[in-house]
C-alpha cells in the first residue's frame, strides 16, 4: 500500500469557483442476502447521481452484487461501474491496493472497517466524517440514538451512528428524486404498463385479476396462502421473482423447480416466475402489482414508496428479536386505518411472520382502505426526507 492521501475532496484542496466533489468510502460486507448491498449500492448511486460525490463501495461478494447490478465483473479486483469505483473487499485487513482515505467513510451495518484504514484516518490531515450506518428500524428508541457520537478508544476519530427510520428524528429511508414522477408516469401511461406486461410476464395485463408480487424468504405459511388463493372466487395473477420462496412454489405446484419462464395454474391462482432483476426494475414489478410481499430492507422500503398495500417478511432474527421492530413498523404504518382494517392487516402479518394462519380473505376484504392508506403514508414518509439527503446534510456540516 503505497499512500495515505485523500481521495480528491474538500480537504484536498478546492475553490469557490471549481468546487471538488466530497470522497466518500462505503463499507459492505453481504451477510446472507441482498440487503447490505442493495441498501449500500442505492445508497452510492444517490450520492453519486444527486450529490455529486465521488464514491468507492467495498464490497466482499460480488456474486451477491451482480444480481443487483449485472454489468458488474466477478473477477476484477478494482472496476468502476456508474461512475462508482467498486473494490472486492478481502475483509478484515484488505483497504484496496493503495491506501485511500476519502473525506467521508461510511461503515454499512457494523461490518468493521480494516484495521488499516483506521489507523490512516487517524493520521489524515482532516479527520474524514465517519458515519456507522445502522440497519432500519421503526422502534421509538431509534430517534434517541441517531446521531450520537462514539469516540474511538485509541484514535483522535469519531463514529457517529446514523438509523434509517419511518418517523421525525431519523435517517429517514433512501428515496431517489425522480422516483416519484417515474411511478406517476408508469401508472399514468397504459402503453407503458403494457410493455412492461409483455417484456416481463410474456402476457398482456389480466382483465379482473388481483395482482401480487411475492418476494419472501422461506414461510411455513406460503401453503395456506396458496391454498387460498387456489379456492378462492377471485382470480389472483402471481408474479414471483425468483429466489427463496422458489421452491415452495415448485412443491406446491408439483414441478421439480420454479424459477424464472416457469408457469402454473391451479383453480383461482395463475403463477409466474420472474427473473430476479436489477433494482431499477423491481419499482416497476411493484408498480405493476396490487399487493406486494417484501422481505428484508430494501424492498421495504421499496414497497412503502410504491404506495400499494404490502406485507412484510421481516428478516428473523434469534429469540423473535424481529418482532417487536414488526410491531414498531405497523404502529407507523396502521396508525391513521380503521380499527377493522387495522386489525386484519396486524393479523396478517404476524400470521406471515410465524404467528398463526394468514387470512387472505379478511386483508383483501378492505383493500379499499388499505390502499388509501398506502397513499397517504408515502407522503407522510417522504416528510421525513430521504435518507442520502439527510446524511449528505449531516456530512456536509461536519466538513465546513
Given amino acids: 500500500m503505497s499512500s495515505t492521501a485523500p481521495l480528491a475532496g474538500p480537504s484536498a484542496g478546492s475553490s469557490a469557483e471549481s468546487p471538488v466533489a466530497i470522497a466518500c468510502d462505503i463499507f459492505c460486507a453481504v451477510i446472507d442476502n441482498f440487503g ?3 441498501v449500500c449500492w442505492r445508497l452510492a448511486r444517490q450520492l453519486a447521481s444527486e450529490h455529486g460525490w465521488q464514491v468507492r463501495v467495498f464490497v466482499d461478494d460480488l456474486h451477491a452484487f451482480q444480481r443487483l447490478c449485472p454489468s458488474l465483473a466477478l473477477d476484477r479486483a478494482r472496476q468502476t461501474v456508474d461512475g462508482i469505483v467498486v473494490e472486492h473487499w478481502h475483509t478484515p485487513a484488505h483497504a484496496g491496493d493503495t491506501l485511500e482515505i476519502a473525506d467521508v467513510v ?8 480494516p484495521p ?5 484516518m487517524a493520521q489524515r490531515e482532516r479527520a474524514p466524517v465517519w458515519i456507522n450506518l445502522e440497519y432500519l428500524s421503526a422502534e421509538d428508541w431509534v430517534a434517541d440514538f441517531h446521531l450520537r457520537p462514539s469516540p474511538h478508544p485509541r484514535y483522535p476519530l469519531v463514529k457517529t451512528f446514523f438509523f434509517p427510520g419511518l418517523g421525525p428524528g431519523t435517517g429517514g429511508v433512501l428515496k431517489e428524486n425522480h422516483l416519484e414522477a417515474a411511478r406517476a408516469a408508469f401508472e ?3 402503453a407503458a404498463r403494457d410493455a412492461w406486461w ?3 410476464v410474456g402476457r398482456a395485463l389480466p382483465v379482473g385479476a388481483t395482482v401480487v408480487s411475492l418476494f419472501a424468504y422461506e414461510n411455513p405459511a406460503v ?6 388463493w387456489r379456492d378462492g372466487d377471485e382470480p389472483i395473477m402471481l408474479l414471483a421473482p425468483e429466489g427463496r420462496i422458489s421452491g415452495a412454489l415448485a412443491r406446491f405446484f408439483g414441478l421439480a423447480s420454479f424459477g424464472a419462464g416457469a408457469h402454473a395454474e391451479r383453480g383461482a391462482l395463475n403463477t409466474h416466475g420472474l427473473a430476479f432483476t436489477e433494482q431499477s426494475g423491481y419499482d416497476a414489478l411493484l408498480w405493476a402489482s396490487d399487493v406486494n410481499f417484501v422481505r ?12 400499494k398495500p404490502f406485507v412484510w417478511h421481516i428478516y428473523p432474527q434469534a429469540d423473535d428479536a424481529h418482532l417487536p421492530k414488526l410491531d414498531a413498523a405497523l404502529a407507523h404504518y396502521a396508525r391513521t386505518l380503521p380499527a377493522d382494517a387495522a386489525a386484519a392487516l396486524a393479523g396478517f402479518w404476524h400470521a406471515w411472520n410465524g404467528a398463526g394462519a394468514p387470512d387472505w380473505a379478511a386483508l383483501r376484504r378492505h383493500y379499499p382502505a ?6 397517504e403514508w408515502a407522503g407522510e414518509l417522504a416528510q421525513v426526507g430521504d435518507l442520502a439527503g439527510n446524511l449528505a446534510l449531516f456530512t456536509k456540516t461536519q466538513l465546513k
Fill in 296 to 307: 428484508g430492507e430494501d424492498s421495504f422500503v421499496r414497497a412503502q414508496w410504491a404506495a
Fill in 36 to 38: 447490505d448491498i442493495g
Fill in 106 to 113: 461510511i461503515e454499512a451495518f457494523a461490518c468493521e472497517l
Fill in 188 to 190: 399514468a401511461s397504459p
Fill in 223 to 228: 401453503d395456506s396462502l396458496l391454498e387460498q
Fill in 198 to 200: 409483455t417484456k416481463t
Fill in 370 to 375: 388499505l390502499r388509501r392508506r398506502a397513499l
Fill in 116 to 120: 488499516v484504514y483506521v489507523a490512516a
